[in-house]
């Protein structure tokens, strides 16, 4: 007897819309799905080899205890390694010139 395959916890055309989506639209769609079933889905994909990056995006939008009370302790990891995965921006120090641009045209001719 073969096994079951497991079904998808989102319609079809969700998971299609997700998994096109461009990174910056993908928080906007994930928002869109109850904290609950987002685990579900996190973990559903994760399972998937080729669904395993929308997975680390999707487990990121996760609270911790919501992946864990779904998979337990492979929805403890799935957290840790999505938040390993996030790239973190860097928050770099912004200074604005206070002397006018012809100043520095001018030195450069020089």
Avoid: W
């Avoid at 579900?40 to 990121?60: D, G, N, P, Q, T």
């Avoid at 992946?67 to 938040?83: D, T, Y």
Wanted: charged fraction near 25%; include cysteine.
């Amino acid at each position: 007897m073969l096994p079951r395959e497991e079904e998808c916890p989102v319609a079809e055309s969700l998971l299609g819309t997700l998994y096109r989506s461009r990174p910056e639209g993908l928080p906007a769609l994930v928002d869109s799905v109850p904290p609950t079933l987002r685990a579900i889905l996190a973990v559903y994909c994760f399972r998937r080899e080729h669904l395993r990056s929308l997975a680390l995006a999707i487990a990121s939008t996760c609270e911790e205890n919501d992946l864990a009370m779904v998979a337990g302790r492979l929805g403890s990891a799935i957290f840790v390694k999505a938040h390993e995965a996030r790239p973190q921006a860097p928050n770099p120090k912004v200074t604005l010139c206070r002397k006018p641009l012809r100043h520095f045209v001018a030195q450069d001719l020089v």
